[in-house]
């Protein structure tokens, strides 16, 4: 009986594995994943009208969380200048006017350099590195904590966050970038909780992503959404209907570990052994990742799970990768701080890694073997611009 069973339990896996594989997209049978946006109007392609053909695949790679921390920006300017990286999004906190106004003059020197807004409700620092929301406690209670700071967590996000409050912040952050002369090409999340559902009493599910489409509906910005969270599908068809352009692909990594409960390696035995083997079919992952105590050994791995994700992930279109540059220790003598979210050290070697990883030959010669179109948000803000002055109306 024990070998019968264990007989048709290697068929159905046979069968689940050859449907996967057969697929032309076998990861949709695994994770929600949005359709890529419709063409514009004239039924031309972002791609095309960047000049590429139809189906090149175009990759962003934005270096998040530029003017958050001394050490951030100064990471974010070497990657930009190594020249992989073309992309990067400010964080706006009310301590940080002097790293704004010195990455807007140097952006202004090097027009491959393209600046978004990271859109920030939350401190994962706290009292390690401060900072609070740009408008006052008074204007926004809700984007405060007890401590008087942004919110540590996603999740009090979600609980604790007004919606209305956030839409007033994320246009006063996107205000005080442009007044201090950040040229904003695109709008992003910090820590993702623009792309969340909201449980604020009364507050509609997608107040949060509503809040942030508003902003780009405002200012003319391209925004970007989780593309693999069926519940962003309905905020991302709103972009989609009112030429509001969005990547048709979003995707990044930050702690290793994290990405065993990202992608379902938890449960039984039996349950994580069929996990690691769709996941190392469908996107050559190879699970458990672990942790490392060194920038070294993080950075090997690293550098692997990213070439394979661009490799199975990336398709035809808009494709938006982040990661999160800095340098051990600013001029100033910051050093990074620990975020409260993840193990002590952990901040620093993902960092330190990441800018290891896309500052690298290798990752450059990688790329170029495998046709990608290295762009920024600089072009595709003037694609939308001229998509949405040609509305019915306007």
């Known amino acids: 009986m024990k070998t019968y069973a264990v007989a048709l339990f290697a068929i159905l896996l046979a069968g689940i594995a050859g449907l996967f594989l057969a697929s032309p997209d076998p990861a949709s049978f695994l994770v929600f994943k ?9 039924g031309k392609t972002i791609a095309e009208e960047l000049g590429f053909a139809r189906d090149a695949k175009l990759l962003v790679v934005n270096s998040d969380d530029s003017c958050g921390h001394p050490a951030f920006t100064e990471g974010v300017i070497e990657v930009l200048s190594a020249g992989i990286v073309k992309s990067t999004s400010v964080i706006v906190h009310d301590r940080n006017d002097a790293d704004l106004r010195r990455l807007a003059v140097l952006a202004k020197d090097d027009p491959e350099w393209g600046i978004g807004i990271h859109l920030t409700l939350t401190n994962e620092y706290q009292q390690g590195y401060p900072w609070k929301p740009v408008l006052s406690d008074k204007q926004v209670p809700s984007l ?18 007004d919606p209305a409050h956030a839409a007033l912040e994320f246009e006063a952050q996107i205000a005080k970038a442009l007044r201090l002369g950040i040229q904003l090409t695109h709008i992003d999340s910090h820590m993702g ?5 909201s449980r604020f009493p009364g507050a509609a599910a997608d107040g949060l992503r509503m809040a942030a489409i508003r902003a780009a509906e405002k200012f003319d910005l391209p925004l970007t959404m989780n593309t693999f969270d ?4 309905q905020s991302m068809e709103y972009m989609d209907q009112h030429q509001l352009i969005r990547p048709d692909t979003l995707f990044g ?8 409960s990202h992608l379902s ?10 996990t690691a083997f769709v996941i190392k079919q469908v996107f050559g992952f190879e699970l458990p990742y672990r942790n490392y105590d060194s920038v070294g050994e993080d950075q090997e791995v690293r550098g692997e799970i990213d070439r394979q994700a661009i490799l199975n992930i990336v398709k035809p279109g808009l ?16 050093r990074i701080p620990n975020g409260m979210n993840h193990p002590s050290g952990v901040d620093e070697i993902v960092r330190l890694s990441d800018s290891a990883v896309w500052s690298s030959d290798e990752m450059a010669q990688f790329l170029e073997d495998q046709g990608i179109e290295l762009i920024n948000y600089s072009q595709i803000r003037k694609i939308q611009q001229a998509r949405r002055a040609q509305r019915p109306g306007r």
């Open 193 to 197: 909780t623009a792309y969340r559902n």
């Open 253 to 260: 990594f930050y702690e290793l570990a994290e990405l065993n």
């Open 319 to 334: 494709n938006h990768f982040y990661m999160h540059a800095a340098v051990a220790e600013s001029v100033s003598g910051d």
């Open 144 to 161: 405060y904590n007890a401590k008087g700071l942004a919110w540590e967590k996603i999740s009090e996000v979600e609980a604790f966050v």
């Open 34 to 42: 949005m359709p890529p946006a419709p063409p514009g109007p004239n």
């Open 265 to 274: 390696y938890e449960g039984p035995a039996i349950q994580r052994w069929i």
């Open 230 to 233: 069926e519940a962003s599908a």
